[in-house]
């Protein structure tokens, strides 16, 4: 995997300058130790960082055409590159290499932009051609792959692999977006197109943006969307094919030229990626895992078991509470506030795999596929109750007694009933985001100081899921909100959080579970056949049955989580009262004092379980305090690992 850079002159040629651009390219050196590369035209400066997957003597960036008139930075693998080469050679193209890269250039010169409809892959790439005076920026169908961009003031378009390149850029303003700030506190991270800054944006999953010299800046084309239109096919049928399209999906992911293998965490899909992996391999896989002291939150002994059973090299390693350096650690691995938890133990096993392979396989995209989550059984219950009654009605009479029923979290669920009075009032969106917000509207509004709620002009976050639902390509319930998920959690939280904790390690991960041919199948799945009374996932289940014991199928759902509640009352209890009351959140201006001692008073008293708020201040903490670091010097010489070319 790799990390790419660049700065294009929007309005003419100007020198791009060379120190800025190595600058920029330097800070994501833990993407690609293996060698950089930078490229400098009239108006046009590329960067790049290689970490050698695939044909390791040759294949390095900046890569060029014939004629050096088209360029590209890459970043991803494209696993049918060797077909795409062959067509493209038999039109006539030349290729110097045997890597994937150059299959994109040659791509572009035969079909444009509409070339990334040709890739089957994870990649965010950048293609510089100057005969025609255009930029052409790409990321894959799914996220798997970031890139950012930033529109500077005097013209300069800047995009990288990674926020934190964007940063050092002498232009940029590190002025944050308030709306931001509200989307991190209500889903824990900054959903697409938006980042933390006022100047920068995310490339969209699936999207393209071409910037032409002298033109304005144009807005991101989407080339892809999943599509959810269910087909009759039985039950049997469905989970035959389901395997057999997995273990192709798994089998192009084996190309390497170094070392390969595998998270196993124990759950049903990092074990079914396992089972492929050992069905397909003349070598044992190499797998490995973390474990916590708590079992609660241990996962290790049915990773063992899948271990066991297919012979694979497997290494296990468990995470102690006490190194809490990792959080700012992560502040600076992600760049914005990110407030998944999972990202401590992923970041860990992520290390531990480095130690053997270079590239692994994750089982990530199930639970979004297949309807593996919790949420969706509640998600479902609660639409059948509403759709019994219209909106209006609903609102009138459950929203009052929503207001008036007092909140009983002490009490037995059955007493419960204000949160069920509410849930009953809302519309489908809004249900849903009610469901899988971090902090609800009501602890949203009490931690934001009377200044910021003022400056959010009554912006609210559930408009992230309104846009994507405007334009869902279903009216099933549950497909309604896989969807949702697939447009936000998905890339923004999972793939972002695997991104992050992979590169910090040089290591490649790759996703069969998302290829996009099979994402397309499963959208075809009739919802019954992913979720089935509880239990989710129910054909993915029935079709590896034989691959897998049963309590690793039927056991319930754990997560790749860390025990907060107890650790904020133990061993971490002083440091998030030192940082959740500190200097910088109060200094910010965005919250309420006596509300974030009192958040922790409650937590660390045991009235409430507020870990989940807690770990959220935590890491914009961590986050404000990150913004204060050094930046990296723009060294004018580069190092020996760089080569640089100039048109």
Not at 215 to 239: S, T
Not at 563 to 579: I, K, N, S, T
Request: with cysteine; charged share 25%.
């Amino acid at each position: 995997m790799c990390g790419l850079v660049g700065i294009m002159d929007m309005r003419g040629r100007a020198e791009v300058s060379r120190a800025v651009l190595h600058g920029m390219n330097e800070t994501q050196h833990h993407r690609g130790p293996d060698e950089g590369g930078l490229h400098l035209g009239r108006g046009i400066g590329l960067g790049h960082r290689r970490l050698s997957i695939i044909d390791l003597s040759s294949g390095q960036q900046p890569l060029y055409n014939e004629d050096h008139t088209v360029v590209v930075v890459y970043n991803g693998e494209i696993y049918n590159f060797q077909e795409l080469a062959a067509e493209l050679a038999a039109l006539g193209h030349a290729f110097r290499t045997h890597c994937d890269t150059e299959v994109i250039v040659h791509a572009w010169e035969e079909w444009g932009a509409d070339c990334v409809e040709r890739f089957r892959g994870m990649f965010a790439f950048a293609v510089w051609d100057e005969r025609r005076g255009t930029l052409f920026l790409a990321r894959d169908r799914l996220g798997v792959k970031p890139l950012y961009y930033a529109e500077l003031p005097d013209g300069t378009l800047a995009f990288a692999s990674e926020l934190k390149a964007l940063t050092v850029h002498p232009r940029f303003m590190r002025e944050l977006d308030p709306y931001a700030v509200e989307e991190y506190f209500a889903y824990g991270y900054v959903p697409e197109p938006r980042t933390i800054y006022r100047q920068a944006r995310k490339l969209p999953p699936g999207h393209t943006l071409t910037v032409q010299r002298g033109q304005p800046m144009p807005a991101p084309r989407e080339y892809w969307d999943v599509r959810f239109q269910a087909e009759a096919i039985n039950e049997d049928d469905a989970r035959v094919e389901l395997i057999e399209r997995l273990r192709e999906a798994v089998n192009i992911r084996l190309i390497a030229d170094v070392p390969l293998g595998a998270f196993l965490s124990g759950g049903v899909d990092s074990s079914a990626v396992v089972a492929m992996m050992a069905e397909l391999s003349d070598e044992p896989v190499n797998t490995c895992s973390i474990s916590f002291g708590d079992p609660a939150f241990d996962e290790a002994a049915y990773a063992q078991k899948v271990a066991g059973r297919y012979g694979t090299r497997h290494r296990v390693e468990q995470v102690s509470p006490d190194n809490f350096s990792l959080v700012d650690r992560l502040a600076g691995l992600y760049d914005e506030p990110y407030a998944d938890s999972s990202a401590m133990p992923t970041y860990e096993v992520c290390r531990l795999a480095r130690r053997d392979v270079t590239v692994a396989l994750s089982g990530d995209g199930g639970d979004e596929n297949l309807a593996g989550y919790r949420r969706y059984r509640f998600h479902r219950q609660e639409e059948r109750l509403r759709s019994s009654l219209p909106l209006r009605l609903r609102q009138s009479v459950f929203g009052v007694l929503g207001q008036v029923y007092p909140k009983a979290d002490w009490a037995p669920r059955v007493l419960r009933a204000k949160a069920t009075f509410q849930a009953f009032a809302r519309d489908t969106v809004e249900g849903y985001f009610h469901n899988i917000s971090v902090l609800n509207d009501g602890h949203r509004q009490a931690l934001y100081s009377d200044g910021f709620r003022r400056e959010l002009q009554g912006y609210h976050a559930v408009e992230v899921l309104r846009r994507h639902d405007r334009k869902a390509p279903t009216d099933d319930p549950l497909s309604r909100v896989q969807y949702l998920d697939l447009k936000t959690y998905l890339p923004d939280d999972i793939l972002t959080k695997v991104d992050r904790a992979s590169m910090a390690h040089a290591l490649e991960v790759r996703v069969p579970i998302l290829d996009h041919k099979l994402v397309e199948w499963m959208a075809t799945l009739p919802s019954s056949l992913k979720l089935r009374g509880g239990e989710g996932k129910h054909v993915f289940k029935r079709g590896l049955e034989p691959y897998l014991p049963r309590d690793v199928l039927y056991r319930n759902k754990m997560g790749f989580a860390v025990p907060l509640a107890a650790w904020f009352r133990g061993p971490l209890r002083e440091r998030v009262r030192q940082a959740v009351t500190g200097p910088a959140m109060l200094d910010s201006g965005y919250f309420d004092a006596a509300y974030l001692r009192r958040a922790v008073d409650q937590h660390q008293s045991g009235r409430r379980d507020n870990s989940a708020m807690l770990w959220s201040l935590l890491m914009f903490d961590a986050f404000l305090r990150n913004q204060t670091a050094t930046v990296p010097m723009m060294n004018s010489v580069p190092p020996a690992d760089i080569r640089e070319a100039r048109a």
